[in-house]
């Protein structure tokens, strides 16, 4: 992680535009807490990476958000392509003033990016679908540190190739489960069956949002709904919400053919089955913050 915050200190100053790469999801604790300090006075962006895994409506208020913080934020799907031509025409209109001076001064370059963020976040995909399979390797630049790698983006762009790991902020629970289903930190990080829960509250009780997939979301509608149900509408004490979600991912378990022995349901496996599907966005598209207001 040092290294990797090192590489970006020294390098930043050589690119005219940081691209840092956040899940849409969960745009917060996907976030590295250094990175504000190591940009800070840098022109940069926001990529709200996996957007079509995410409720549309937050994912706007998360880019409105961010706007309102002097920051421009794109939502982009790198699988297909979507929303990554505007990010790279909001790079060029951002680092139009800098290339200006530059040519005032006899100075003619391509535009210089650079890529950051936590690992699993989606910056290898970003890179992909921007350079394409015609990218060409321009090679070591003056200043650089030994190893890394420009890469050609059309004819007026150039990416810089910055392998290194930043941590992100696993601060509480709530955010090591965000951080789970999201897959930035592997399932082992925290119990599964209490991520569950902590998803299951989000989506119950809390702020987390979502938009069902008509053609596979029964299991959890009805988890929720059994959730709702048994807690009353959420006002309930601490001991009845949890039994009430423990409720929903056993009637979940139950409708996803998770069974034990004796005709229980397996609670873990069913966990288990859950982030995954989650993760996967088989139940809809899932935000599970919001920004404040």
């Known amino acids: 992680m040092l290294a990797a915050v090192r590489a970006i200190k020294e390098n930043a100053k050589l690119v005219d535009v940081v691209i840092e790469v956040v899940d849409a999801r969960a745009p917060a604790a996907t976030r590295s807490p250094m990175l504000g300090r190591i940009l800070s006075g840098r022109q940069r962006v926001i990529a709200l990476a996996k957007s079509d895994l995410a409720e549309p409506d937050t994912t706007s208020a998360w ?46 370059r391509p535009l210089r990016l650079m890529v950051v963020g936590v690992p699993n976040v989606g910056k290898s995909s970003l890179i992909n679908r921007m350079t394409g399979r015609a990218a060409a390797r321009t090679g070591a630049k003056p200043g650089i540190t030994r190893g890394k790698q420009w890469i050609r983006i059309a004819g007026d762009m150039e990416v810089l190739d910055l392998p290194g790991i930043l941590e992100a902020a696993a ?41 069902y997939d008509a053609a596979h979301g029964d299991p959890l509608k009805n988890a929720l709904e059994t959730i709702v149900r048994e807690g009353e509408g959420g006002e309930t ?22 069974m034990a022995q004796g005709g229980r349901v397996d609670l873990r496996r069913s966990a288990l089955m859950l982030i995954k599907e989650v993760r996967d966005g088989r139940y809809g598209k899932i935000s599970l913050e919001r920004p404040e207001q």
């Open 63 to 108: 880019v409105e958000r961010f706007a309102r913080e002097g920051v421009r934020a794109f939502a982009i799907d790198s699988r297909t392509g979507e929303g990554v031509r505007a990010l790279l025409e909001g790079c060029r209109a951002i680092g139009g003033v800098k290339a200006e001076r530059l040519a005032e001064k006899g100075i003619r």
């Open 171 to 211: 601060s509480s629970m709530d955010a090591v489960v965000k951080m789970v289903l999201t897959g930035i930190i592997p399932d082992d990080a925290c119990d599964p069956e209490e991520a569950a829960l902590v998803l299951l509250e989000g989506l119950a009780y809390g702020t987390w949002s979502i938009v």
């Open 237 to 258: 004490q601490q001991d009845d919400r949890r039994r009430a979600l423990l409720a929903g991912l056993e009637e979940y378990g139950r409708r996803r053919g998770c």
